[in-house]
């Protein structure tokens, strides 16, 4: 066993593999049921089973800007688009997804007012993306898109799914002027801090990882430098 593995099992005996897509899950079935119709934004190529939900709704959409989106076998349509233009009619959708989407938008204003547009009154919209007041956005900013792709390689991912970032509607502040210039509504907001996966990757980096999700989640006042922000939104009957 090395320190990494003697680490994990003395702090974290518990931990769930990828976390952070299984706590998001969970949220998701909490809104949806055998009549909903989906709409996963940015569904990509289908690579996080996490992500799967045909047979828990009605219909399962997706639009990314990525071709591989039309062979994304977790949905019943995947259309090539940009998040901006949802080539989908007004009030097509019960429920919305974006799973870590919103950190790449140029332009996130425009893509809530096409949420709100192809939303069903009441739909909701669900999204998980990384907190910008962390310091993993912080570094991801600092930094070029070549070292991002690096970071990705260590930790198991293809350099194609590795895409620029913007952190334009990454915090609560964001998301709540961004919201208001939709139409949309707040319903919650989460910050949630969990195993540092990205120092995982020596056990000097994983310490210095683990006193800081320690400390963020142990002092209240701290909360806002937690790396998960996880927002539920919806559409008011009347928009």
């Known amino acids: ?48 089973e996490a992500m799967n939900f045909r047979g828990f709704a009605r219909r399962v959409c997706g639009v990314d800007l990525d071709p591989r989106v039309a062979n994304n076998p977790f949905l019943d349509e995947g259309l090539v688009s940009d998040a901006g233009e949802i080539p989908y009619p007004d009030n097509s959708f019960d429920v919305v997804i974006a799973d870590n989407v919103m950190e790449h938008l140029d332009r996130p204003e425009l893509v809530f007012r096409e949420i709100a547009r192809v ?30 792709q690096w970071v990705n390689r260590l930790r198991g991912r293809h350099e194609t799914d590795t895409f620029p970032t913007r952190y334009l509607c990454n915090s609560p502040s964001q998301v709540r002027r961004i919201t208001a210039m939709s139409g949309l509504h707040i319903d919650s907001l989460e910050l949630i801090e969990g195993r540092p996966e990205y120092l995982r ?35 008011p009957n009347s928009l």
């Open 1 to 48: 066993m090395n320190l990494i593995q003697a680490l994990d099992r003395r702090f974290y005996p518990d931990h769930q593999k990828n976390w952070d897509d299984q706590l998001f899950r969970e949220r998701i079935l909490q809104l949806i049921g055998p009549d909903t119709h989906l709409l996963d934004l940015g569904a990509g190529a289908g690579i996080i």
């Open 119 to 148: 939303l069903r009154p009441g739909g909701k919209l669900l999204f998980k993306t990384p907190n910008r007041n962390h310091y993993m956005p912080l570094i991801a900013r600092l930094t070029p898109h070549s070292f991002h």
């Open 201 to 235: 990757i020596t056990a000097p980096t994983y310490l210095v990882g683990l006193a800081y999700e320690r400390l963020v989640n142990a002092i209240p006042s701290l909360a806002r430098f937690r790396i998960l922000l996880v927002a539920t939104l919806s559409k």
